[in-house]
């Protein structure tokens, strides 16, 4: 649970930003006070709505216990969050950005697209105009029932976004589309639907994690790389509109539904997957902790070490900079950002190492980061960066996690 999501939840540039959660009776409704967790850690500021049939699941106790202000029922409070009188069912209309009724049920479905007010929820829902997120969740008759896909459907038509129920086991015991969407699917369309829409129309390429390249039948040459950075980039640009291909060396994280997966091994697969991309592409992040070389392959077989003398030699062959390659070759207004991942004794000594990276890659921007300093580089959540762009304007950035990297990052490319 919660793992495309960890590349983003540590972000803290929606700090701050205001939220309104409805909830109604599906026995999914407990799931939402881990979503509504997820959204205060990254210190959103969180009311909610529960229907009568959601008090028949959870109470209002529960939600407010976790830190969610105000929280709503058909018995609307006289005070809002600010203690002040207020007109509840006016309220998230006019402090909430975005809105997510979930799980939302048929007869919701059918409160919304028939613009009734007859209960907090629906009148809230009525009086909100910004982004509404719609998340069903009941028997899968129900849903596939004529008069829920009309409802759904001119909800669609109104702009509404529908995140549709997946298919499984249904808490009635039927199998089939019902299933409220994962609490990663929730969380990740809230901070899309919060999300300066900078990176629309783009399309992006990131590479992100390590290669393998076999030599025996079981072995391979690698390294540590977790694909955390890359999975943050990649998350980012998605999030704030980015058309997006990641090309993922093994191991990767969970990437967002959205993001268009492109699994590979080796380096030269790697090659070949961001190449055949590349063309098509305004913006390229190359996070990948591709290996240099390649041994010489020994065969399919498993090497014995009966036999093997001490101190065997492997050879190596070079393999494609992935990186350099594209950067040389793009066309106009293609835009590269790349990566070094250093040892080095201190972020001025990086910096200089980096200085060189930029020029040998011909990159718009090179982020540095030194491996062998504790907490950063290979399988951490944060990084210290030394970045650079072809201007000549250098940044260092103390300590941060790897979303507001990322963030940070795409930014910059934007202007640079
Ligand atoms: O030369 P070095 O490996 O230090 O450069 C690091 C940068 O180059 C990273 O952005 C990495 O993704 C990229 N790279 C590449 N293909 C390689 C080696 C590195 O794309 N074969």
Redesign the pocket.
């Known amino acids: 649970m919660m793992d495309a999501f960890s590349s983003a939840a540590q972000n803290t540039s929606f700090a701050g930003r205001r939220l309104h959660l409805g909830i109604c009776g599906s026995i999914a409704c407990y799931k939402m006070a881990d979503v509504l967790r997820a959204l205060l850690k990254m210190g959103l500021h969180v009311s909610v709505t529960l229907t009568d049939g959601a008090r028949q699941f959870v109470t209002p106790g529960l939600f407010e216990a976790l830190g969610a202000m105000p929280v709503f029922t058909n018995h609307a409070p006289r005070q809002d969050s600010f203690g002040e009188e207020a007109f509840a069912h006016l309220e998230p209309g006019q402090r909430a950005e975005a809105m997510l009724i979930a799980p939302a049920s048929a007869d919701a479905l059918a409160r919304l697209a028939g613009g009734r007010a007859c209960d907090m929820l629906s009148a809230q829902a009525l009086a909100f105009d910004g982004p509404l997120l719609v998340a069903p969740a009941m028997n899968p008759r129900m849903w596939a029932h004529a008069a829920t896909q009309d409802n759904v459907a001119t909800l669609r038509r109104r702009g509404v976004r529908i995140l549709a129920p997946g298919n499984g086991s249904t808490a009635c015991g039927d199998q089939g589309q019902g299933r409220l969407v994962s609490s990663d699917e929730l969380l990740l369309a809230c901070l899309q639907a919060l999300a300066p829409q900078d990176m629309a129309g783009l399309r992006v390429m990131v590479?992100l994690g390590p290669?393998r390249e076999p030599w025996d039948g079981v072995r391979f040459w690698s390294n540590p790389s977790s694909g955390r950075m890359g999975a943050a980039l990649a998350t980012a640009a998605w999030l704030r509109g980015a058309t997006v291909e990641a090309v993922c060396g093994p191991g990767c994280p969970p990437l967002p539904d959205g993001v268009r997966r492109h699994d590979v091994r080796t380096?030269r697969e790697?090659?070949e997957a961001?190449q055949s991309l590349w063309s098509e592409m305004d913006l390229g992040?190359?996070?990948?902790?591709?290996?240099?070389f390649s041994p010489v392959p020994y065969g399919e077989a498993k090497f014995k070490k009966e036999g093997a003398s001490d101190g065997f030699s492997v050879s190596f062959t070079?393999?494609?900079?992935?990186?350099?390659?594209?950067s040389l070759g793009r066309r106009e207004g293609q835009k590269v950002?790349?990566?070094?991942?250093?040892t080095a004794p201190d972020m001025d000594a990086l910096m200089t190492l980096v200085r060189g990276?930029r020029q040998?890659?011909q990159?718009d921007l090179?982020a540095g980061n030194a491996v062998n300093a504790p907490g950063c580089g290979f399988g951490t959540d944060s990084n210290s960066m030394a970045v650079l762009d072809k201007n000549g304007h250098e940044e260092i950035w103390t300590s941060q996690s790897k979303a507001d990297v990322a963030w940070k990052l795409w930014s910059w490319l934007l202007r640079v």
């Open positions: 590479t290669t380096a790697m090659f961001a992040a190359f996070s990948a902790a591709v290996a240099d070079s393999n494609p900079d992935i990186l350099r390659t594209l950002l790349g990566f070094a991942a250093e990276k040998r890659k990159a090179l």
